[in-house]
Nanobody
Framework: QVHLVESGGGLVQPGGSLRLSCVVS????????MNWYRQTPGNQRELVAG???????NYVESVKDRFTISRDNVWARVYLQMDNLRPDDTAVYYC?????????WGRGTQVTVSS
């Protein structure tokens, strides 16, 4: 069974930083692209960043130059370094992958950016 467990969220002031982590189990991690999504109340989940098994990255325009996605294929972890956070980054952040054609999600971690 595939499990994704996020951590690292919290309350931070505008301009601050957070690093999200996602521990992955139950899959051959290095073969799977990994993604970070976020969701605010009443809205659909938005793809924030993705990384392929060999490290090719992509980002939504609003986080380019502020967020960095990375992965550790030895320890089966994916990270999202978030710098220069803004109030509109406030959301629940979810780790995601696709396994056997199905979306797999973690439970999410809350990020709140507020003074």
């Amino acid at each position: 069974q595939v499990h994704l467990v996020e951590s690292g969220g919290g309350l931070v002031q505008p301009g601050g930083s957070l690093r999200l982590s996602c521990v992955v189990s139950g899959i051959n991690f290095r073969l799977h692209p990994m993604n970070w999504y976020r969701q605010t109340p009443g809205n659909q989940r938005e793809l924030v960043a993705g990384i392929t098994g060999d490290g090719i990255k992509n980002y939504v325009e609003s986080v380019k130059d502020r967020f960095t996605i990375s992965r550790d294929n030895v320890w089966a972890r994916v990270y999202l370094q978030m710098d220069n956070l803004r109030p509109d980054d406030t959301a629940v952040y979810y780790c995601n992958t696709i396994y056997r054609g199905n979306q797999v999600w973690g439970r999410g971690t809350q990020v709140t950016v507020s003074s």
